[in-house]
Structure formats: C-alpha cells, structure tokens
C-alpha cells in the first residue's frame, strides 16, 4: 500500500513539472514569435517580429488609409535595407492622441488633425521646432469640410443655411476631443463671417457666432471624434452629417449611398505628421521615421490617400485627381480666421465664441 502512494505521489509531482515546463515553452513562444498591435479603437491583431518597430500616433480619420499605405512602405523599406518593420498603431481623435503623446505615449511619429495638436506635442519638447520645414509645410494631406446627407438627399439640403432650418438633425464631433470637429466649427463660422461681407461688406464676429449658434441648435450629439460621428450617423443617427470630405468619400468608395453637398463657403483643411524626434532617438529608429514621414508626401501614397478621398499635397499626384475634386466658389483657409492662434482665443478660450455657443449666450 505504502509503495503504492509513493508510486502515486511521484506520478503527481512529474505531472506538476511537465504541466509547468508546457506552460513555460508556450509563454516563451509566444513571447519570441509575435507582439500584440493595439489600438485605441480596442482591436488587436498579431505580428511578427521584425527588426525595427514603429509606433504611430494617428487621428482617427486616417485609419482605412493606413491599411494601404503601412504595408507599401514596409516593402520599400526592406527592398532599400533589408530590415523589416512592425508599426504598432493607435488611433484616436487628434486631440487625446496630442495629449495621450505629451503625458507618455511612446509614438515615434504623429500624424494629426491639424498643427496645433502637432505643436502641443512640439511644446513638451518631443517634436523638433523645424517639424514642418519642408516643401509641403509639415502638411500630408488636404480636404475640405463638407455635408454629408443620406441617399439622395431627401431634405434637399443645398448649404449650411439649411442646416438651421426647423427639425434638421445635425451631427458633428465635439471639439474639446477632435480636430475635425474644429474644422467643423471654424467652416460653419468662417461661412457667417463669409455671408456678413457679402451682405454688409465687413466680417461681422457677432453675426457669425449668431450664424454658428443656430445651426448648434439642430445638434443631435457631440461624439468625441470624427470617426465616432460618423459611426453614429451610419447607425441611422442625424439627417446631416459636417464632416471632412474624404470621409464621406471612403464611404460612397465602400458601397455606402451618401450624398456629399459642398457648400458654396467652406475651409480647408490641412492634416499634418511629424516625427516625435525624442521617442524615436530613444528608440533608435529616427532614420526609419524620418522616411515614413517623407514617404506620405511621395506621388505614390498621395494616390493611395487620393482613393481614400484625401486631396493630394503632392504636385504631381494632385495634378492626376484634380477632376475627381470640386472646388468650392468661397474656399478660405485657415488665415481667413486670422491664423490658429486667433481661431483658439476666438473660438476655443474659455470665454470664447464656441463656449458662447455651448451656454446658449
């Protein structure tokens, strides 16, 4: 009997040791074979290793694009030198990833709403200050603020007037989070200051804001990001969706019926990407950001950003899509606004128009 137990424990403390050892062989294979990609949108999917890693910041916007453009640049990269690269990817609203990369985010490059959520960064001293010396002013990729509507545009909406006209559902972001629904807000106001010259002959800030605080009212949500927004608006929310371009684009490319209304006032949007210079020295892959950054001007991912509804910075790449692009009679940009240091006292102080707006003042 005794011989039996002592056959039975040894039997169990083999079993232990062997259970142990699977577990540990399983843990280093997985640990040596492959790396979780997370981003903020919650999905994960797995990679295998290669010899260099970067890590991008992106706004959500981009995202379909990326999908296209990340594994073309990969090529590149390994034809010219052999190394191969993961990118790890996070996209969120420009805005939380601006803050999300000054308060610790170790992304080797940003690629944002706008300059102002670069020059956050640049501020914390993670960007270089000559970031947009080059050609194309630190700028990837052009759009305009446009309207989206459902099949046919069943409200006949022709402009932002109607966007004010009695039971409209409006949707656009939320500007505390989203740099698109900055360039949400700076068009619809931008377009009352453009209706005050017409009208009076000067830009009235009052009528403007008035403009803006009408059209507020329609407002069905304030989505934190403009990829959010338009979830909501495919998901049955809203009549009328602000929004960039190139969004409502991708989606028509998709198969989704929308009608895109330009209207005849609107801005233009300017989309920016910067190497963080102080993660990408720590990581060692500076070269390899550098080039990243470089090849989202180049005539061949200004294409691919031109079939995912973006309007090319690139000269040549812009000169080969400008039928597919209307060009709206009131276009301003952003210095018709006075520049983004005016537009953040003005409109996104806490005093300023757009809190006005918010307080019903």
């Given at each position: 009997m005794?011989?039996?137990?002592?056959?039975?424990?040894?039997?169990?403390?083999?079993?232990?040791?062997?259970?142990?050892?699977?577990?540990?062989?399983?843990?280093?294979?997985?640990?040596?074979?492959?790396?979780?990609?997370?981003?903020?949108?919650?999905?994960?999917?797995?990679?295998?290793?290669?010899?260099?890693?970067?890590?991008?910041?992106?706004?959500?916007?981009?995202?379909?694009?990326?999908?296209?453009?990340?594994?073309?640049?990969?090529?590149?990269?390994?034809?010219?030198?052999?190394?191969?690269?993961?990118?790890?990817?996070?996209?969120?609203?420009?805005?939380?990833?601006?803050?999300?990369?000054?308060?610790?985010?170790?992304?080797?490059?940003?690629?944002?709403?706008?300059?102002?959520?670069i020059e956050k960064i640049q501020k914390a001293g993670l960007i270089n200050e000559n970031w947009a010396d080059n050609p194309y002013k630190g700028m990837i990729t052009d759009s305009v603020v446009v309207l989206g509507t459902r099949d046919g545009n069943p409200l006949d909406i022709k402009g932002w007037d109607d966007l004010a006209n009695k039971g409209v559902k409006v949707l656009y972001p939320n500007p505390k989070t989203s740099g698109g629904a900055q360039w949400d807000i700076n068009a619809i106001y931008g377009a009352g200051l453009k209706k005050a010259e017409r009208e009076t002959g000067a830009k009235d800030a009052e009528f403007a804001k008035q403009y803006l605080k009408s059209i507020h009212y329609n407002v069905e949500s304030l989505d934190k990001s403009g990829r959010a927004s338009m979830a909501a608006f495919e998901y049955g929310v809203g009549d009328v969706i602000v929004t960039y371009e190139n969004e409502l684009r991708a989606r028509i490319r998709q198969g989704v019926p929308y009608t895109i209304v330009i209207p005849e006032d609107t801005i233009l949007i300017e989309n920016p990407a910067a190497v963080v210079h102080k993660n990408a020295k720590k990581h060692g892959v500076e070269e390899a950001a550098q080039a990243f950054v470089d090849y989202l001007v180049s005539e061949e991912a200004q294409e691919i950003f031109a079939e995912f509804g973006f309007r090319p910075v690139n000269e040549k790449a812009a000169a080969k899509v400008k039928d597919q692009f209307e060009q709206p009679a009131g276009l301003f940009d952003i210095e018709y606004l006075g520049g983004w240091n005016e537009v953040r006292d003005t409109l996104y102080s806490k005093k300023g128009i757009w809190y006005q707006v918010l307080a019903g003042i």
């Open positions: 005794w011989k039996w137990i002592a056959n039975k424990a040894s039997r169990q403390r083999v079993q232990i040791v062997l259970t142990g050892l699977s577990i540990l062989l399983l843990l280093t294979a997985c640990g040596s074979g492959s790396e979780t990609n997370a981003n903020a949108d919650g999905e994960q999917s797995g990679q295998n290793k290669g010899d260099i890693t970067l890590v991008i910041g992106a706004y959500s916007v981009v995202k379909d694009a990326f999908g296209d453009l990340l594994p073309k640049f990969q090529a590149h990269w390994q034809e010219k030198t052999g190394q191969k690269i993961v990118f790890q990817e996070s996209y969120e609203a420009s805005g939380t990833q601006a803050r999300s990369i000054v308060g610790g985010f170790d992304a080797d490059v940003a690629v944002l709403a706008m300059a102002t959520d």
